[in-house]
């Protein structure tokens, strides 16, 4: 079978195309990209395509990128097909994201290809990945570490992007273009000895062929049936995600505790994974300070928390699990309204408050609290803490500054100017999340009492 009729294998097997579509190539200039056009070209009236072909420039060449630009311009004039180019700077992206450059070159790399298919209408975009490829991304991956979905490889097919050469190795590659007489250009990085994968292409793969000749092969059966485990665990994950999601911005996502602790470690290791990576500001989270939230979930009390990469934190509150990038912001002074519900931004929650008749629930001080009314001295106000600050924490039966108080609860010293203090006169009557002052609390006597419940706000 020769090297078109097996790219139409693979075309029909993964449903890469039915048939008068508008591809946009990812053009190069290497070897890949040109077998891919070529082969594309030959396949173009068999499958009614009409094809067009885009080079990015990294920025990363800049002494090689002319003569590409030129190479591609011209061999994309030779088939009759539309030619761009396009430029991104990955070394300001990288350093403003904390991304590598290869793996800034790749989100900017697939951002250029859905931004130029839209341009021209394109309905896939073709790119020269092949078996090889895939068999060096499965060990890399390896080396630093994966689970199932890593071990997955690269999928012949993800949205719009489409892989034809995926099951051909590269020396097929290379025979084909040899023998029509094809040109491509040889990218210099992909020499260099720095990069891992060019290091795993060069020394590790000659290795474990010795082992398994047929390496490339089982690697790729390995990759499909590590694809079709994960698409079955995903869907479970979707199901689960339904139910978790409290609430979600840019920075912050919440999930509800209950089902969480619930879930097989495998789903919730997932279920953390997708919606870290579906949430912009919590993309620095890597797969290995997963296992520090899935602690933090399993063994953690309320108020527990683990601190991750780009500032981002894990915090175990009473019924949810937060997950933010959100720097923690002083509380700005202002009134309680009683009866009725005070925002307060800076915590990202809600106190409602209402006045009723004793009935011998007291709340525990975090996600509620009770006051006799008739000690309190109105209008009560929402602070941030100051210096000498103390209380009558209840329980304790005497007096302790706060400063202690929040070194013994464990809260971290950046955030203790976001815990909110309600204030009754000069006294500190509740830590709001903690605990409340044992000088106001409610006993059997007590005829009126002001309830306040803590909600999370929705503002955030």
């Known amino acids: 079978m020769d090297i078109i009729e097996k790219v139409t294998r693979t075309i029909r097997k993964y449903n890469m195309l039915s048939g008068g579509e508008r591809v946009l190539v990812a053009l190069s200039g290497g070897p890949d990209s040109v077998c891919l056009l070529d082969i594309l070209n030959e396949l173009k009236e068999q499958w009614g395509l009409?094809?067009?072909?885009?080079?990015?420039?990294?920025?990363?060449?800049?002494?090689?990128?002319?003569?590409?630009?030129?190479?591609?311009?011209?061999?994309?004039?030779?088939?009759?097909?539309?030619f761009n180019a396009i430029s991104v700077k990955v070394k300001d992206y990288a350093g403003q994201t904390g991304l590598t450059i290869q793996e800034a070159a790749r989100v900017l790399r697939y951002h250029c290809l859905e931004q130029e298919a839209i341009r021209t209408d394109a309905d896939r975009i073709a790119t020269g990945h092949h078996l090889d490829d895939q068999a060096e991304t499965i060990v890399m991956r390896l080396i630093r570490g994966t689970g199932?979905?890593?071990?997955?490889?690269?999928?012949?097919?993800?949205?719009?992007?489409?892989?034809?050469?995926?099951?051909?190795?590269?020396?097929?590659?290379?025979?084909?273009?040899?023998?029509?007489?094809?040109?491509?250009?040889?990218?210099?990085?992909?020499?260099?000895?720095?990069?891992?994968?060019?290091?795993?292409?060069?020394?590790?793969?000659?290795?474990?062929?010795?082992?398994?000749?047929?390496?490339?092969?089982?690697?790729?059966?390995?990759?499909?049936?590590?694809?079709?485990?994960?698409?079955?665990?995903?869907?479970?994950?979707?199901?689960?995600?339904?139910?978790?999601?409290?609430?979600?911005?840019?920075?912050?996502?919440?999930?509800?505790?209950?089902?969480?602790?619930?879930?097989?470690?495998?789903?919730?290791?997932?279920?953390?994974?997708?919606?870290?990576?579906?949430?912009?500001?919590?993309?620095?989270?890597?797969?290995?300070?997963?296992?520090?939230?899935?602690?933090?979930?399993?063994?953690?009390?309320?108020?527990?928390?683990?601190y991750l990469p780009g500032g981002i934190r894990a915090i175990r509150s009473y019924s949810t699990l937060v997950i933010t990038a959100r720097k923690p912001q002083r509380v700005q002074e202002c009134e309680l309204k009683v009866p009725g519900e005070t925002?307060?931004?800076?915590?990202?929650?809600?106190?409602?408050?209402?006045?009723?008749?004793?009935?011998?629930?007291?709340?525990?001080?975090?996600?509620?609290?009770?006051?006799?009314?008739?000690?309190?001295?109105?209008?009560?106000?929402?602070?941030?803490?100051?210096?000498?600050?103390?209380?009558?924490?209840?329980?304790?039966?005497?007096?302790?500054?706060?400063?202690?108080?929040?070194?013994?609860e464990k809260v971290p010293r950046d955030e203790r100017d976001s815990v909110p203090l309600l204030v009754s006169g000069s006294d500190i009557i509740w830590v709001v999340g903690y605990r409340i002052d044992d000088r106001y609390r409610v006993s059997p006597s007590t005829e009126r009492v002001l309830r306040i419940r803590v909600r999370l706000s929705r503002f955030q």
């Open 50 to 82: 009409f094809l067009s072909a885009l080079y990015i420039d990294h920025g990363l060449r800049p002494e090689e990128t002319p003569e590409e630009i030129e190479f591609c311009k011209n061999i994309s004039r030779q088939y009759g097909i539309e």
């Open 148 to 306: 199932r979905k890593g071990l997955s490889g690269i999928p012949p097919v993800r949205g719009r992007v489409i892989r034809p050469l995926i099951e051909i190795p590269r020396d097929e590659i290379e025979a084909y273009l040899s023998r029509k007489g094809l040109q491509y250009i040889v990218d210099s990085s992909n020499l260099k000895d720095e990069y891992l994968r060019n290091r795993i292409r060069r020394e590790v793969m000659p290795v474990l062929k010795r082992f398994n000749p047929n390496l490339l092969k089982t690697l790729s059966r390995t990759a499909q049936i590590m694809r079709e485990e994960d698409d079955f665990i995903n869907l479970s994950v979707h199901k689960a995600l339904m139910r978790l999601i409290s609430r979600k911005t840019d920075d912050t996502v919440e999930l509800f505790l209950s089902p969480l602790e619930a879930l097989h470690r495998v789903v919730l290791r997932r279920a953390l994974l997708r919606v870290i990576d579906e949430t912009r500001g919590l993309r620095s989270v890597k797969m290995e300070n997963i296992e520090d939230i899935i602690d933090l979930i399993e063994k953690g009390k309320t108020g527990d928390r683990v």
């Open 343 to 408: 925002l307060i931004k800076e915590a990202g929650i809600v106190l409602i408050s209402n006045v009723e008749e004793n009935r011998g629930h007291y709340g525990d001080g975090k996600e509620m609290a009770c006051f006799d009314l008739d000690l309190l001295s109105f209008p009560l106000r929402i602070r941030a803490r100051r210096e000498g600050d103390y209380f009558y924490p209840f329980g304790l039966g005497k007096r302790k500054k706060l400063q202690d108080f929040f070194v013994d």
